[in-house]
């Protein structure tokens, strides 16, 4: 059996001269360079944070823990590394070749090349456990089998999890504005995801990071290569999402609770009342509280805690997360939010100063927990910071639009209509993320508010994104009353509010939603319901899809359809086709199942994607199919072409 890459990390620290980390570059770094150059789109500085990466990876060894699969962590810092090399670019241009350069980035095309500059952000966003398998399938093009023996589950696990992280990959690019289908994810991504790297390159790192780690200066040449994030001016360590424990919950518990629910809680907690008030700071404490056992419990007295604890033991608390909780743990995100909050409260003038060296893009929301408070506390004040001239920061696009819309947010509580106010005189991305926070907070208890005031806003992109986020939150309440008010639309809106409504109806009611279709016919909608529905109950939704009048959306709904039923149940799936006049209905559901059945069965896939009849189809499906199958198994690949006449060159 091949040596796994973390034991081929503990040979490297053992002889850092010998052979283990030339084999570790040569395992990772097609990966690690096509996403910097992707990313970057510089092949010198795609050179330079590969050197940089594995540097990381040399100093971080001894401490990497044994359950995260190396590919993933090598996509995390590689993305890291290139978005602070493209933020450093973006500094040395003027504020409107700026703005202008990183809105061309935003696209809804679905194209490799207009996809290249999203996807990795993208795949970052997810979380450990998703981009792991997304990454061990698409960029490693492991086989199922093989991700299930690295993660210690099943296989059919592994293919169930790995389709939903797709699915997840999807609905986040949706959100950059890039539509595309799981399909067209599970085709692409193996293909173009990881191509190979200059062939002196890996010797070069090699070389480069052996030398580096036996001279007296290794150190220092690791600092001055490092991307580092930013710390909080007071001294608070930069946290990561993580977890916690407690210390100095006083008497205010009894109080909030009366005799009898004192004594019906938890005997296995520790003692509350016998915390002295001056209690210094406790480490045990704090980790008494997640060793609670009951976690409603666990939550009242972390919030109680968050209270209590004294400011200047804040940093303490922060980092004791930061070291010794998971970063997945939501009650330890829960208290890294409040005791910033607290923090930011209780010390503005340094919370703002903070926020001129955070580094948004990859802090995971810790100073955006910071900006949160502050714009609580002076809206006005937080709205001029974000609007600065010397705060380039807030003019990458993704960036500035979280920022705008995260201070509106806390404005539209205290006051909506001069939140609103300023929103317009914002530009572009800021404008479009400043509109979410005010009108989709109203929007959460009043859509008819929200759309009244939406419907007032200069004409445009932002415009339209807000309506159909209000339509999305409206639909939640009452569907039907939300489709109404989008059909009012003009042209340019109507689509898109229609499709977010009808979306989110399909979530929870999607028979619902495909039966109001029924009586308001519109193909264009015939997808949006389908990937819903199908992922409960794929025959009823194939059924229903093939009612439908041919349509090139009908054919697009179906075979997406027969990619969801082909990851659950293929052999239903199987049967449902076979049952299917000839046609391209027949053909668009075999593609599904063809795509589908790639990632477990690739013989059958090959042979069902031979059954279509549109040559172009038939030829272009089969040929990625047996590409994707020569990368699993090519002995047993090409004895069947051999056997079956199949070219790969067709």
């Given at each position: 059996?091949?040596?796994?890459?973390?034991?081929?990390?503990?040979?490297?620290?053992?002889?850092?001269?010998?052979?283990?980390?030339?084999?570790?570059?040569?395992?990772?770094?097609?990966?690690?360079h096509?996403?910097?150059?992707?990313?970057?789109?510089?092949?010198?500085?795609?050179r330079?944070?590969?050197?940089?990466?594995?540097?990381?990876?040399?100093?971080?060894?001894?401490?990497?823990?044994?359950?995260?699969?190396?590919?993933?962590?090598?996509?995390?810092?590689?993305?890291?590394?290139?978005?602070?090399?493209?933020?450093?670019?973006?500094?040395?241009?003027?504020?409107?070749?700026t703005a202008?350069?990183?809105?061309?980035?935003k696209?809804?095309?679905?194209?490799?090349?207009?996809?290249?500059?999203?996807v990795?952000?993208?795949?970052?966003?997810?979380?450990?456990?998703?981009?792991?398998?997304?990454?061990?399938?698409?960029?490693?093009n492991k086989?199922?089998?093989?991700?299930?023996?690295?993660?210690?589950?099943?296989?059919?696990t592994?293919?169930?999890?790995?389709?939903?992280?797709l699915?997840?990959?999807?609905?986040?690019?949706?959100?950059?504005?890039?539509?595309t289908?799981?399909?067209?994810?599970?085709?692409?991504?193996?293909t173009?995801?990881?191509?190979?790297?200059?062939?002196?390159?890996?010797?070069?790192?090699?070389?480069?990071?052996?030398?580096?780690?036996?001279?007296?200066?290794?150190?220092?040449f690791?600092?001055?290569?490092?991307?580092?994030?930013?710390?909080?001016?007071i001294?608070?360590?930069?946290?990561?999402?993580?977890?916690?424990?407690?210390?100095?919950?006083?008497?205010?518990q009894?109080?909030?609770?009366?005799?009898?629910?004192?004594?019906?809680r938890?005997?296995?907690?520790?003692?509350?009342?016998?915390?002295?008030?001056?209690?210094?700071?406790?480490?045990?404490?704090?980790?008494?509280?997640?060793?609670?056992?009951?976690?409603?419990?666990?939550?009242?007295?972390?919030?109680?805690?968050?209270?209590?604890?004294?400011?200047?033991?804040?940093?303490?608390?922060?980092?004791?997360?930061?070291?010794?909780?998971?970063?997945?743990?939501?009650?330890?995100?829960?208290?890294?939010?409040?005791?910033?909050?607290?923090?930011?409260?209780?010390?503005?003038?340094?919370?703002?100063?903070?926020?001129?060296?955070?580094n948004?893009s990859?802090?995971?929301?810790?100073?955006?927990?910071?900006l949160?408070?502050?714009?609580a506390?002076d809206?006005?004040?937080?709205?001029?910071?974000?609007?600065?001239?010397?705060?380039?920061?807030?003019?990458?696009?993704?960036?500035?639009?979280?920022?705008?819309?995260?201070?509106?947010?806390?404005?539209?509580r205290?006051?909506?209509?001069?939140a609103?106010?300023?929103?317009?005189?914002?530009?572009?991305?800021?404008?479009a993320?400043?509109?979410?926070g005010?009108?989709?907070?109203?929007?959460?208890?009043?859509?008819?508010?929200?759309?009244?005031?939406?419907?007032?806003l200069?004409?445009?992109n932002?415009?339209?994104?807000?309506?159909?986020?209000?339509?999305?939150?409206?639909?939640?309440?009452?569907?039907?009353?939300?489709?109404?008010?989008?059909?009012?639309?003009?042209?340019?809106?109507?689509?898109?509010?229609?499709?977010r409504?009808?979306?989110?109806?399909?979530?929870?009611?999607?028979?619902?939603?495909?039966?109001?279709?029924?009586?308001?016919?519109?193909?264009?909608?015939?997808?949006?319901?389908?990937?819903?529905?199908?992922?409960?109950?794929?025959e009823?939704?194939?059924?229903?899809?093939?009612?439908?009048?041919e349509?090139?959306?009908?054919?697009?709904?179906?075979?997406?359809?027969?990619?969801?039923?082909?990851?659950?149940?293929?052999?239903?799936?199987?049967?449902?086709?076979?049952?299917?006049?000839?046609?391209?209905?027949?053909?668009?559901?075999?593609?599904?199942?063809?795509?589908?059945?790639v990632?477990?069965?690739?013989?059958?896939?090959?042979?069902?994607?031979?059954?279509?009849t549109?040559?172009?189809?038939?030829?272009?499906?089969?040929?990625?199919t047996?590409?994707?199958?020569?990368?699993?198994?090519?002995?047993?690949?090409?004895?069947?072409?051999?056997?079956?006449q199949?070219?790969?060159?067709?």
């Amino acid at each position: 059996m091949d040596t796994s890459d973390h034991q081929l990390l503990q040979e490297h620290l053992r002889n850092p001269s010998g052979p283990a980390l030339a084999e570790l570059v040569d395992r990772h770094l097609p990966l690690i360079h096509s996403v910097a150059r992707r990313i970057t789109t510089n092949d010198e500085a795609a050179r330079d944070i590969s050197q940089i990466v594995f540097l990381r990876l040399v100093k971080k060894a001894s401490n990497l823990p044994k359950s995260l699969p190396l590919t993933a962590w090598c996509h995390r810092e590689t993305h890291s590394a290139s978005v602070d090399y493209v933020r450093s670019e973006v500094r040395r241009q003027k504020r409107e070749k700026t703005a202008a350069d990183l809105d061309a980035m935003k696209t809804s095309s679905e194209s490799w090349n207009q996809l290249t500059p999203e996807v990795d952000g993208a795949i970052d966003e997810l979380s450990e456990s998703d981009r792991a398998l997304v990454l061990l399938r698409f960029y490693n093009n492991k086989t199922f089998p093989e991700i299930a023996h690295e993660l210690s589950i099943n296989d059919d696990t592994a293919r169930m999890r790995t389709n939903r992280a797709l699915e997840k990959l999807r609905v986040i690019l949706a959100k950059r504005g890039i539509t595309t289908t799981t399909a067209l994810l599970a085709s692409t991504l193996p293909t173009n995801a990881v191509s190979s790297a200059p062939a002196s390159l890996a010797n070069s790192i090699t070389s480069s990071v052996q030398s580096t780690c036996v001279t007296s200066g290794a150190l220092a040449f690791v600092k001055s290569h490092l991307l580092v994030l930013g710390s909080l001016s007071i001294g608070i360590a930069a946290v990561t999402t993580q977890q916690i424990k407690i210390n100095q919950l006083k008497e205010t518990q009894r109080v909030r609770a009366s005799p009898v629910a004192q004594s019906q809680r938890s005997t296995r907690s520790f003692a509350i009342s016998k915390i002295p008030k001056a209690a210094a700071f406790s480490e045990q404490d704090l980790l008494a509280i997640f060793a609670n056992p009951d976690p409603a419990e666990r939550l009242w007295l972390l919030h109680d805690y968050s209270l209590q604890v004294s400011t200047k033991h804040i940093s303490e608390a922060l980092e004791l997360l930061r070291s010794k909780t998971p970063e997945w743990d939501s009650e330890s995100k829960i208290l890294t939010h409040l005791l910033l909050t607290r923090w930011a409260k209780a010390d503005p003038e340094a919370a703002f100063g903070s926020l001129d060296t955070a580094n948004f893009s990859l802090e995971r929301g810790h100073s955006l927990s910071i900006l949160s408070a502050l714009a609580a506390l002076d809206p006005k004040r937080t709205a001029n910071w974000l609007t600065s001239p010397v705060n380039t920061r807030a003019y990458y696009p993704i960036v500035g639009h979280i920022l705008s819309g995260t201070i509106a947010k806390e404005w539209a509580r205290q006051d909506p209509r001069a939140a609103l106010e300023w929103a317009q005189t914002l530009a572009d991305q800021q404008q479009a993320g400043a509109y979410s926070g005010v009108l989709e907070t109203i929007a959460a208890t009043d859509p008819q508010k929200a759309a009244t005031l939406a419907l007032g806003l200069k004409a445009g992109n932002a415009r339209n994104d807000i309506l159909a986020k209000i339509a999305q939150s409206w639909a939640r309440q009452s569907p039907l009353k939300a489709l109404a008010w989008t059909s009012t639309l003009v042209s340019e809106a109507r689509g898109h509010a229609t499709s977010r409504a009808l979306e989110s109806w399909s979530k929870n009611h999607p028979e619902k939603a495909a039966q109001y279709l029924d009586e308001n016919p519109n193909p264009k909608y015939l997808k949006i319901i389908a990937n819903q529905w199908s992922k409960r109950d794929p025959e009823d939704t194939a059924n229903w899809i093939a009612s439908k009048p041919e349509s090139p959306q009908r054919d697009s709904a179906l075979a997406d359809t027969l990619w969801h039923w082909t990851t659950q149940t293929p052999k239903a799936a199987t049967a449902w086709i076979e049952a299917l006049p000839a046609g391209n209905s027949r053909d668009q559901a075999i593609a599904g199942l063809a795509v589908a059945a790639v990632e477990f069965d690739p013989r059958s896939a090959l042979e069902w994607s031979l059954k279509i009849t549109t040559p172009s189809l038939r030829n272009d499906l089969s040929q990625h199919t047996f590409k994707a199958w020569s990368r699993s198994d090519p002995k047993i690949a090409q004895q069947w072409a051999n056997d079956h006449q199949f070219s790969p060159d067709n």
